[in-house]
T-cell receptor, first 114, second 113 residues
Framework: DTGVSQDPRHKITKRGQNVTFRCDPI?????LYWYRQTLGQGPEFLTY????????KSRLLSDRFSAERPKGSFSTLEIQRTEQGDSAMYLC????????????FGPGTRLTVT | AQSVTQPDIHITVSEGASLELRCNYS??????LFWYVQSPGQGLQLLLK??????LVQGIKGFEAEFKRSQSSFNLRKPSVHWSDAAEYFC???????????FGKGTRLHILP
């Protein structure tokens, strides 16, 4: 069990560029979550997958955001036409089966939009 | 709507002193409650959780929390803090069948030597 990993750990991009983040959950965890954490705030739920199906999307997830989880393994979160307000820490978590609330978090990807 | 309030943004205690971090929640049913800790550059680590049963729950690193339904509270305690406990602490409630977790804004703990 190597834990949840995220790549990259840091990303600096210019406004208007597209960025993509990757999350690798703990092996055999069927649920995967994305959260966003801005400075001075707790993490906020963005979206959630069970296997490859995206089951819930927050209103925070504008149409510039898209998430995928092909084959129910790793997941990607893409932000198109980034804005300065997108600067935040993007956290991924995974869980298994009936212990769905026992979410294990990755180290996060810190995005800075200049 | 579900929500979590952590009234203290910063808390400073001396090493070896006792600690209590406050958390109040709003949720219509029996809540699932959590405390997470986040150190700089680290992800969130689950300290403890309450689902049902005994209202005093024990966690890792010597932490405990008590669920008080009448006060809608889930305060985190530790009898003697260590310098390594300096971090940000988040209280959270599990909400809805999509299993998303609602977090409070966090309390940053500072330890005086």
């Amino acid at each position: 069990d190597t834990g949840v990993s995220q790549d990259p750990r840091h990303k600096i991009t210019k406004r208007g560029q597209n960025v993509t983040f990757r999350c690798d959950p703990i092996s055999e965890h069927n649920r995967l979550y994305w959260y966003r954490q801005t400075l001075g705030q707790g993490p906020e739920f963005l979206t959630y997958f069970q296997n490859e199906a995206q089951l819930e999307k927050s209103r925070l997830l504008s149409d510039r955001f898209s998430a995928e989880r092909p084959k129910g393994s790793f997941s990607t979160l893409e932000i198109q036409r980034t804005e300065q307000g997108d600067s935040a820490m993007y956290l991924c978590a995974s869980s298994f089966g009936t212990a769905a609330y026992e979410q294990y978090f990755g180290p996060g990807t810190r995005l800075t939009v200049t | 709507a579900q929500s979590v309030t952590q009234p203290d943004i910063h808390i400073t205690v001396s090493e070896g002193a006792s600690l209590e971090l406050r958390c109040n929640y709003s949720y219509g049913a029996t809540p699932y409650l959590f405390w997470y800790v986040q150190s700089p550059g680290q992800g969130l680590q689950l300290l403890l959780k309450y689902f049902s049963g005994d209202t005093l729950v024990q966690g890792i690193k010597g932490f405990e929390a008590e669920f008080k339904r009448s006060q809608s509270s889930f305060n985190l305690r530790k009898p003697s803090v260590h310098w390594s406990d300096a971090a940000e602490y988040f209280c959270a409630v599990g909400a809805g069948r999509d299993d998303k977790i609602i977090f409070g804004k966090g309390t940053r703990l500072h330890i005086l030597p």
